[in-house]
């Protein structure tokens, strides 16, 4: 039986057929309705946030905030994360600057930031990469001695905590995914979270056309409403969340137990609940990583090279001044040796033992 990286965690369909049975009364499918609403409330209580605006995906939220936030110039970022974060970054007319990542966490180094730093850095963009959170004292620091906002790529830190306080309240502003994919999905969707109420009715222009009031259209803003099928999904997986991150956990530590000095784990973070979003797990090199990737599809466990290869080394941005992978050899290394391993909530122990099974059998 094929095994998926992942696997949408969803409600029994008839909670979501209750769910969105109203929609049929109401007719009223998107912008702002009554599922939306609820899901906003829902969101700024379970992630203990000031603000979170709704997205129809987490891409096109981060532009928005890019947007919103009228930036120009340079933005200190990450290679090591999806496509999303740079080409965000570029679609937006910004240029990325990369740092390296910190080899325990794979996230951006702030020991390395400040040297990027010019008179054109507008932001700095970390990324908090599987269920682990950035070195955020740090950024604070930096961001409150050179006067540069931090924000952050939260698309993998749905309900993480450091020491009881939100990863949806660190930094100026941040981006959650809702993607199908995710910890917590709205099918496909996305929020910003800040503490700025300025910024939330900039936000909400900008996924609006641009457009204020009915004969107000001070922006040239996009499309990006989150629809009331996506909120009602929302609205009923939200009920479920402590729970699958409750079966993530066990899961996660099965894997551990089982492969405990055969391949690397990332270490756990003081103070950190994560949300066990993913299992990457680090080989010896990146042959032997290849070749345990090649060997488990044959026996129909797909695993995924997540994050390979680095956002530098896409085609698209060959030959572009400062997409260089060999400028950032910690994430360069980390890129070419892991491999994130299948987990989702309802992933069985018997499945989980086989695909443990499957990687010794390869690495003896
Ligand atoms: C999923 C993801 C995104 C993009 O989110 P979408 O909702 O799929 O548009 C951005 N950054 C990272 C790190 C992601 O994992």
């Not at 496909?188 to 503490?195: L, N």
């Not at 290849?290 to 997540?306: A, Q, S």
Request: include cysteine; hydrophobic fraction near 40%; glycine fraction near 8%.
């Amino acid at each position: 039986m094929r095994i998926n990286v992942t696997r949408s965690s969803m409600p029994a369909m008839d909670e979501y057929m209750e769910e969105i049975r109203g929609l049929w009364d109401s007719h009223w499918l998107t912008n702002n309705g009554e599922k939306a609403l609820a899901l906003k409330a829902g969101l700024e209580d379970y992630l203990q946030c000031a603000h979170a605006e709704l997205f129809c995906n987490g891409h096109l939220a981060l532009e928005a905030l890019l947007r919103a936030m009228n930036l120009q110039g340079e933005v200190i970022t990450t290679p090591f994360t999806f496509a999303s974060t740079t080409h965000a970054i570029v679609r937006c007319g910004l240029t990325p600057v990369f740092g390296d990542v910190c080899p325990g966490d794979c996230t951006l180094d702030p020991d390395g930031v400040e040297a990027l730093i010019t008179e054109k850095t507008c932001a700095i963009l970390p990324v908090h990469v599987y269920g682990r959170l950035c070195h955020v004292e740090r950024f604070e620091e930096i961001s409150r001695k050179y006067g540069i906002p931090v924000i952050y790529d939260a698309a993998h830190a749905f309900g993480v905590t450091k020491n009881g306080v939100s990863a949806a309240a660190m930094g100026y502003a941040s981006m959650f995914s809702f993607h199908a994919t995710k910890v917590f999905h709205t099918i496909e969707g996305g929020c910003i979270t800040t503490g700025d109420g300025e910024l939330c009715q900039r936000l909400c222009v900008e996924r609006n056309f641009g457009i204020a009031g009915e004969e107000s259209t001070p922006g040239v803003g996009g499309n990006a409403k989150m629809n009331e099928f996506q909120a009602a999904m929302g609205l009923c997986n939200l009920r479920r969340i402590d729970q699958d991150i409750a079966a993530r956990k066990r899961i996660y530590e099965l894997y551990e137990a089982q492969l405990a000095g055969l391949v690397g784990f990332l270490p756990q973070q003081a103070g950190v609940r994560s949300n066990y979003a993913y299992l990457p797990v680090f080989f010896a090199d990146q042959a032997q990583r290849d070749l345990v990737y090649d060997r488990l599809k044959e026996k129909e466990i797909f695993t995924r090279k997540y994050f390979y290869p680095l956002v530098t080394q896409f085609e698209c941005y060959r030959d572009r001044p400062g997409f260089d992978a060999a400028a950032t050899p910690v994430a360069a290394k980390m890129a070419a040796c892991v491999l994130t391993l299948p987990l989702y909530p309802d992933l069985t122990e018997e499945d989980t033992l086989r695909i443990c099974a499957a990687i010794r059998e390869v690495i003896a």
